[in-house]
């Protein structure tokens, strides 16, 4: 969580009373994955030109998240909220939590499709029974799917692996916050 220490955070969050949407650049599209597994509406913006991202996000409130010096200062200049990014996942997600608070823990109850943005909803393990391969089903009690686009979800062997990279984001985003006081 931000340190009430630092203003400016406390203010973006009691000013803001949803949860932040984000719109990604094409150089970031991990990222984007990333956020919508966290739970954060997000559009990921591959092929657009700067302009209708702009324009996307003036007109819809997301915040542009950038690895693109030329897009943020555009972006800044028409008062649109930016925030420039790292290449590295556990940096950049850092870099969210330190300015919007988002959370670095997934919940799949709360998630959305890494590939469509839907939100999952929880699927009962008989209905997956054929549509996931068998030892999975063995394996696993717990699946989501996306209404949209079919996907079917489950903790599997990659769980541990986003685990780390969390852990990881957690620890810098406490040295972000503690630098900042
Ligand atoms: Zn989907």
Redesign the pocket.
Known sequence: MPSEKDSSVVILATRRRREPAFIVDSMLGSLARWLRMLGYDTVYAKGWHDSRILDEAAATGRIIVTRDRGLYRRALRRGIEAVFVSDDIAEALAKLGATYGIRLEIDPDRS???????P?KRIEKSEVKGRVPPRVYEAYNEFWI??????VYWRGGHWRGINETLEEARKLLAKMLKRRR
């Open positions: 959305r499709c890494p590939l469509c943005n839907t999952l996306c209404p949209r686009c079919g996907q």
